[in-house]
Nanobody, 124 residues
Framework: VQLVASGGGLVQPGGSLRLPCSASGFSLDYYGIGWFRQAPGKAREGVSCVNSSPGNVYYTDSVKGRFTLYRDRSKNTVYLQMNNLKPEDTAVYYC??????????????????WGPGTQVIVSS
């Protein structure tokens, strides 16, 4: 079981990035998927998640209206589309899966497998 998150980089404030989370060797369809982030010196924070069924998507308040999480089942990938990025979005972003099919942005404790993280820097 392996998760890979990518797509990070340096972007100016107001810019956009799309972070893919892909899986190797299994289908993401049956898992809850969460995106989390951790900024230097800060605790890990839940950003967005989607459950396996019925596919409800949740966001933390600070990213509502700017970030969109969606599944591309044909590519076995979950994307976090991030628009109107702000300096406070700077962090290492991680995707994770919950084998129960549930998801939460409140806690990462329920997640079973984590990807290695991808760095996002929002700076002018």
């Amino acid at each position: 079981v392996q998760l890979v998150a990518s797509g990070g980089g340096l972007v100016q404030p107001g810019g956009s990035l799309r972070l893919p989370c892909s899986a190797s060797g299994f289908s993401l369809d049956y898992y809850g998927i969460g995106w989390f982030r951790q900024a230097p010196g800060k605790a890990r924070e839940g950003v967005s998640c989607v459950n396996s069924s019925p596919g409800n998507v949740y966001y933390t308040d600070s990213v509502k209206g700017r970030f969109t999480l969606y599944r591309d089942r044909s590519k076995n990938t979950v994307y976090l589309q991030m628009n109107n990025l702000k300096p406070e979005d700077t962090a290492v972003y991680y995707c994770a899966i919950d084998a129960s099919g549930h998801c939460s942005v409140e806690s990462g404790e329920e997640y079973d497998v984590w990807g290695p993280g991808t760095q996002v820097i929002v700076s002018s």
